[in-house]
Nanobody
Framework: KLVESGGGLVQAGGSLRLSCVAS???????????VAWYRQVAEKQRDLVAV???????EYQDSVKGRFTISRDNAKNTVYLQMSSLNAEDTGVYYC????????????????WGQGTLVTVSS
């Protein structure tokens, strides 16, 4: 089970830190694989925002580079997303998920998803 937290209402230019905590049977999978944050707006598809590989450098969507930082603390079974200089386009429900690299170099999502946390940025 993955549980996200840290969402809320913030003014444009502000910051938030999201957390994704794994528990139970998902802990080992979580700590030994890449974990990603996705954002979904309304009924649109979920967009990949950032990935913390199990080893290697973090990857970011172009729109958040320099503003968002993904990090992980395996001792706490937690992945964080530090978000700064937020703008209205960052609004959405943020989900964390365990992901795996595919043959094309992208990321495929697993069945390990959280329920999401809502981030609303007011302008």
């Amino acid at each position: 089970k993955l549980v996200e937290s840290g969402g809320g209402l913030v003014q444009a230019g502000g910051s938030l830190r999201l957390s994704c905590v794994a528990s139970g049977a998902s802990v080992n999978i979580f700590n030994t694989n890449a974990v990603a944050w996705y954002r979904q707006v309304a009924e649109k598809q979920r967009d990949l925002v950032a990935v913390s590989p199990d080893g290697g450098n973090p990857e970011y969507q172009d729109s958040v580079k320099g503003r968002f930082t993904i990090s992980r603390d395996n001792a706490k079974n937690t992945v964080y997303l530090q978000m700064s200089s937020l703008n209205a386009e960052d609004t959405g429900v943020y989900y964390c998920a365990v992901v795996g690299r595919n043959y094309a170099g992208g990321w495929d999502v697993s069945d390990y998803w959280g329920q999401g946390t809502l981030v609303t940025v007011s302008s």
